[in-house]
């Protein structure tokens, strides 16, 4: 049951533009989401968050947009830069849960 | 800077032999996460412990698989008898008491193949 959908696999953007990648929950209780940017053979690093009682967050060049009615959440990249390629996953979890629910991911490439 | 330290970063086993998976938390944490990535999927919940106890472990396979995090070393993942399956990446995260809510901090995994 994959509670967490990220239906791009993947994104191509010229340098400069917009990236846009989206997020759709199912589950009602999530209350913390968060986006995790991952290079291949490392670890994901953490990129922003954002709680259920906000519906933007934003730090420099990204920014987080979560609509709570429609179970989506957006992460916004701007200007987007070729060192921003990478797979980028969302995460959410309820608070009185014990693990984060991870998306499959959407490979963002940026075309200098 | 001590980050999460995971080992080994690749490991090949055959099929019924045994894998063991370390991993050293940032200094500080006392929470230790394990998450396993098949290929084309997302991070999947496997395990989360503390010191020396074992607090949710609803993802981790009922028969193979174990975990642990002494009060002394690192938290180790252990699989026996290896099949193909388990064949995916292995993450550690690790996080601060009271502050995984917010986020981990993850280790670069290793990357288990099973011939």
């Known amino acids: 049951d994959q509670q967490v959908k990220q239906n791009s696999p993947s994104l191509s953007v010229q340098e400069g533009r917009i990236s846009i990648l989206n997020c759709d929950y199912t589950?009602?209780?999530?209350?913390?989401f968060l986006w995790y940017k991952k290079y291949p053979a490392e670890g994901p690093t953490f990129l922003i968050s954002i709680s259920s009682i906000k519906d933007k967050n934003e730090d420099g060049r990204f920014t987080v947009f979560l609509n709570k009615s429609a179970k989506h959440l957006s992460l916004h990249i701007v200007p987007s830069q070729p060192g921003d390629s990478a797979v980028y996953f969302c995460?959410?979890?309820?608070?009185?849960?014990?693990?984060?629910?991870f998306g499959t991911g959407t490979s963002l490439t940026v075309i200098p | 800077n001590a980050g999460v330290m995971q080992n080994p970063r690749h490991l090949v086993r055959r099929r019924g032999q045994e894998a063991r998976l370390r991993c050293s938390p940032v200094?500080?944490?006392?929470?230790v996460y394990w998450y396993r990535q098949l290929p084309e999927e997302g991070l999947k919940f496997m395990v989360y412990l503390q010191k020396e106890n074992i607090i949710d472990e609803s993802g981790m396979p009922k028969e193979r698989f174990s975990a642990e995090f002494p009060k002394e070393g690192p938290s180790i993942l252990r699989i026996q008898q290896v099949v193909r399956g388990d064949s995916a990446a292995y993450f550690c995260a690790s996080s601060p008491p009271g502050q995984g809510y917010y986020g981990y901090t993850f280790g670069s995994g290793t990357r288990l193949t099973v011939v």
């Open positions: 200094k500080g944490h006392s929470h």
């Open positions: 995460a959410a979890r309820s608070l009185t849960g014990n693990q984060f629910y």
């Open positions: 589950n009602s209780m999530f209350d913390y």
